[in-house]
T-cell receptor, first 115, second 113 residues
Framework: AQSVTQLGSHVSVSEGALVLLRCNYSSSVPPYLFWYVQYPNQGLQLLLKYTSAATLVKGINGFEAEFKKSETSFHLTKPSAHMSDAAEYFCAVRGGTDSWGKFQFGAGTQVVVTP | NAGVTQTPKFQVLKTGQSMTLQCAQDMNHEYMSWYRQDPGMGLRLIHYSVGAGITDQGEVPNGYNVSRSTTEDFPLRLLSAAPSQTSVYFC????????????FGQGTRLTVV
């Protein structure tokens, strides 16, 4: 079975500061990993995904994430927060013993950006 | 390209009523799924389907039914609504390959009174 843990349900950052959202996974086989963003009253939108091509993945809106197999982590970062980054962020894993795999989502991290 | 379309966007039900949440996708995706989103609990899988005529339960299936008669449509039925089913419901679809992402609808906000 696979699972995802997001450390911190709420994160507050100052505008211009580093955004760091933590995600750890457990999986019996190498998984595929995703970060999604959800703005208020909207659906989830893909930020970036890791599919084994490169361990450092760049996504939309200046976000990137690094896959570290030894640490079973896929942390999301952005060098300089913008007010528009205020949203909820979800880490997800897919894969496992099935070739297609169900998605498993973390509990989410709410990001607040202060001026 | 509309993607994943959910209707309605908002709904208020009385306890014991039944209703169907609609979900349609136009991307020819084999995999479709329903989630409920509650504060602090992330997204929990209700039911999913890997193709027309094939459905299976997720982690919170009680009180919900699904069917998949076509590739495009995957409706979610609430048999007898309960206040515990007050939530935001999301439909998602994806190709049947683990290295592909899910595409989400805009959600249905359901309140059961």
């Amino acid at each position: 079975a696979q699972s995802v843990t997001q450390l911190g349900s709420h994160v507050s950052v100052s505008e211009g500061a580093l955004v760091l959202l933590r995600c750890n996974y457990s999986s019996s086989v190498p998984p595929y990993l995703f970060w999604y963003v959800q703005y208020p009253n909207q659906g989830l939108q893909l930020l970036l995904k890791y599919t084994s091509a490169a361990t450092l993945v760049k996504g939309i809106n200046g976000f990137e994430a690094e896959f570290k197999k030894s640490e079973t982590s896929f942390h999301l970062t952005k060098p300089s927060a913008h007010m528009s980054d205020a949203a909820e962020y979800f880490c997800a894993v897919r894969g496992g013993t099935d070739s297609w795999g169900k998605f498993q989502f973390g509990a989410g991290t709410q990001v607040v950006v202060t001026p | 390209n509309a993607g994943v379309t959910q209707t309605p966007k908002f709904q208020v039900l009385k306890t014991g009523q039944s209703m169907t949440l609609q979900c349609a996708q136009d991307m020819n995706h084999e995999y479709m799924s329903w989630y409920r989103q509650d504060p602090g609990m992330g997204l929990r899988l209700i039911h999913y389907s890997v193709g027309a005529g094939i459905t299976d339960q997720g982690e919170v299936p009680n009180g919900y039914n699904v069917s998949r008669s076509t590739t495009e449509d995957f409706p979610l039925r609430l048999l007898s609504a309960a206040p515990s089913q007050t939530s935001v419901y999301f439909c998602a679809s994806s190709p049947l390959r683990a290295n592909t992402e899910a595409f989400f609808g805009q959600g249905t906000r359901l309140t059961v009174v």
